[in-house]
C-alpha cells in the first residue's frame, strides 16, 4: 500500500549514459513533482505536472525531461549524464495546486554518476 | 521572491532537552507554512501545517505557530528523543509564488542518549 514509489532506488552509471527514474502514486493525487535534493541536503523543485500537464518547469538543463503518461506517474529521462547529475531525486505528489496541501514524497532515487 | 530561511544546523542535544528551530519566511501574500522531516535514507513527510495567521500546528509533541508579524514558524519540542534525529525542513506555498512550494535549507538534528 505504498503511497508514491519509485524506481530504482539505487542507479550507478557511467557519464554520458542516458537513465530513467519512475515514479508512481496510488493517493488519487491530480499533482506530481520531481524534486533535486544535493549531498547538503538543499532541496529544489525541478518539475510539476497537473492533471498530465507542466506547470512548473524550473531552470533545469533541458538533458532533463519529464514525461506524465497518465495522473498516477510521471517519469524523468536524463539523457548524456554529467558528473553534477549526481543527487537523490524524489518525486512527491499532492491533492492540487493551491497553497494548503501537503506533498507525500517517494524514497527517493540515489544517483550516482562515475 | 519568496524564501524560508532556517537556522544551520546541525544541531546536538541531549535526550529530553527542548528543541527550538528557527524558521523566517519571506512571501508577497498569504503563504501557508509547513515542516517537513526526514529520517535517515527516507523521503521527506509532513510533520504539521498552519495555513493562516496564529494558526499552530501540531504533531507528535512538536508544535509552530504561525506568526505574522515576525514572519516566523519556529519548531519546538518540549523533551526530544533519539529517534527524533533527522533533518528538518520549513517550508511554505503561497499564491503568489505560483503555488511552488518553497523550502528552506533543512537543519540537521543529532539527539544523544
Known amino acids: 500500500d505504498t503511497a508514491v514509489s519509485q524506481t530504482p532506488k539505487y542507479l550507478v552509471t557511467q557519464m554520458g549514459n542516458d537513465k530513467s527514474i519512475k515514479c508512481e502514486q496510488n493517493l488519487g493525487h491530480d499533482t506530481m513533482y520531481w524534486y533535486k535534493q544535493d549531498s547538503k541536503k538543499f532541496l529544489k523543485i525541478m518539475f510539476s505536472y497537473n492533471n498530465k500537464e507542466l506547470i512548473i518547469n524550473e531552470t533545469v538543463p533541458n538533458r532533463f525531461s519529464p514525461k506524465s503518461p497518465d495522473k498516477a506517474h510521471l517519469n524523468l529521462h536524463i539523457n548524456s549524464l554529467e558528473l553534477g547529475d549526481s543527487a537523490v531525486y524524489f518525486c512527491?505528489?499532492?491533492?492540487?495546486?493551491?497553497?494548503?496541501?501537503?506533498?507525500?514524497f517517494g524514497p527517493g532515487t540515489r544517483l550516482t554518476v562515475l | 521572491g519568496d524564501s524560508v530561511t532556517q537556522m544551520e544546523g546541525p544541531v546536538t542535544l541531549s535526550e529530553e532537552a527542548f528543541l527550538t528551530i528557527n524558521c523566517t519566511y519571506t512571501a508577497t501574500g498569504y503563504p501557508s507554512l509547513f515542516w517537513y522531516v526526514q529520517y535517515p535514507g527516507e523521503g521527506l513527510q509532513l510533520l504539521l501545517k498552519?495555513?493562516?495567521?496564529?494558526d499552530k500546528g501540531s504533531n507528535k509533541g512538536f508544535e509552530a505557530t504561525y506568526r505574522k508579524e515576525t514572519t516566523s514558524f519556529h519548531l519546538e519540542k518540549g523533551s526530544v528523543q533519539v529517534s527524533d534525529s533527522a533533518v528538518y525542513f520549513c517550508?511554505?506555498?503561497?499564491?503568489?509564488?505560483?503555488?511552488?512550494?518553497?523550502f528552506g535549507a533543512g537543519t540537521r538534528l543529532f539527539v544523544k542518549a
Open positions: 498552519a495555513t493562516k495567521a496564529d
Open positions: 517550508a511554505l506555498s503561497d499564491r503568489g509564488g505560483g503555488f511552488k512550494t518553497i
Open positions: 512527491a505528489s499532492s491533492q492540487g495546486t493551491s497553497g494548503g496541501y501537503e506533498q507525500f
